[in-house]
Nanobody, 122 residues
Framework: QVHVVESGGGLVQAGGSLRLSCAAS????????MAWYRQGPGQQREMVAT???????HYANSVKGRFTISRDDPKNTVYLQMNSLKPEDTSVYYC????????????????WGQGTQVTVSS
């Protein structure tokens, strides 16, 4: 069993910064891709940033140059540093991690956290 928990959300003024963390625990042998998504009210969930096992990153156009995704595999954690926040960044942010549970497993399973609210005031 795997638990994924996001933290670091909150209320911030436009132009401010927040750092989100996502920690995984449980049956974990290794990670593959990690990612952050967000979902605003009445909107579909959208990809914000991804990072591969090799460290390659990809960002949504709307956050390029402002957000930075990073990972610390020994700590089972992925981060999202968000700078120059805008009101349109207001959403619930979710992390997704791909986990290989044991050394004998050939499959990576996708796990989601419960989300953390980010609210940016104008």
């Amino acid at each position: 069993q795997v638990h994924v928990v996001e933290s670091g959300g909150g209320l911030v003024q436009a132009g401010g910064s927040l750092r989100l963390s996502c920690a995984a625990s449980g049956n974990i042998f290794s990670f593959r891709d990690m990612a952050w998504y967000r979902q605003g009210p009445g909107q579909q969930r959208e990809m914000v940033a991804t990072i591969t096992g090799g460290g390659s990153t990809h960002y949504a156009n709307s956050v390029k140059g402002r957000f930075t995704i990073s990972r610390d595999d020994p700590k089972n954690t992925v981060y999202l540093q968000m700078n120059s926040l805008k009101p349109e960044d207001t959403s619930v942010y979710y992390c997704n991690v791909e986990i290989r549970p044991t050394s004998s497993s050939r499959i990576y399973f996708s796990h989601w956290g419960q989300g953390t609210q980010v609210t940016v005031s104008s």
